[in-house]
């Protein structure tokens, strides 16, 4: 979609040209973020995490298509134990596209969106619709490098709510920036 190809955007604007830099995706889906950044960041390391094994074997196919090489591991980031992030480390970017639909904005999607989507990728509860955001921050504070960044796409009326979020636990600089439609899109934090 769009936005998420303005987040990808954004990533590799600030980085400003090939850089042999360590990246992880998280919530990677198809892989589309994963494989852009590899294609437009050919020196970086690019890794990419999902909870579903489906959404992997697609993932691996794109690559393959896309001819990128990128390391896919299964992940649950609402569950990782300190063992499974040892090869999680030392992040210079972190980028997330998480689930941030909240189910009572369902009935507004796009039929070819909640037809066709996996609603795993897309719904959160409407009582807890950071909880995404909460745990990919708590994880980017202990597996980001000291100057590394956190980029995240944003369900538009969440921009104050994920800035308020990212600046609680310590995140520097964070900003919320919109996207072409002028909505609150995209949200960026840094360690330092």
């Known amino acids: 979609r769009p936005e998420t190809e303005e987040l990808v955007e954004t990533v ?9 830099i360590n990246i992880l995706d998280i919530g990677t889906g198809s892989g589309c973020i994963a494989i852009a950044l590899k294609k437009h960041l050919a020196d970086a390391l690019v890794s990419a995490i999902d909870i579903s094994d489906e959404a992997l074997l697609v993932a691996k196919a794109n690559a393959i298509l896309n001819q990128t090489q990128i390391n896919f591991l299964q992940a649950d980031i609402l569950g990782l134990s300190n063992s499974s992030t040892q090869q999680l480390n030392n992040f210079d970017i972190i980028v997330s596209n998480p689930p941030y639909i909240r189910i009572s904005e369902k009935e507004k999607m796009s039929k070819n969106v909640v037809d066709y989507e996996p ?12 909880i995404f955001y909460k745990a990919i921050a708590d994880f980017a504070l202990q597996n980001l490098s ?47």
């Open 12 to 20: 590799i604007q600030e980085i400003g040209g090939n850089k042999a």
């Open 119 to 130: 609603h795993l990728a897309l719904f959160v509860n409407d009582n807890d619709s950071l």
């Open 146 to 192: 000291p100057s590394g960044k956190l980029y995240f796409e944003i369900n538009e009326s969440l921009g104050s709510e994920v800035k308020r979020l990212l600046t609680k636990k310590g995140f520097k600089n964070v900003e919320v920036k919109k996207d072409m439609s002028g909505k609150d899109r995209i949200a960026v934090g840094s360690r330092q």
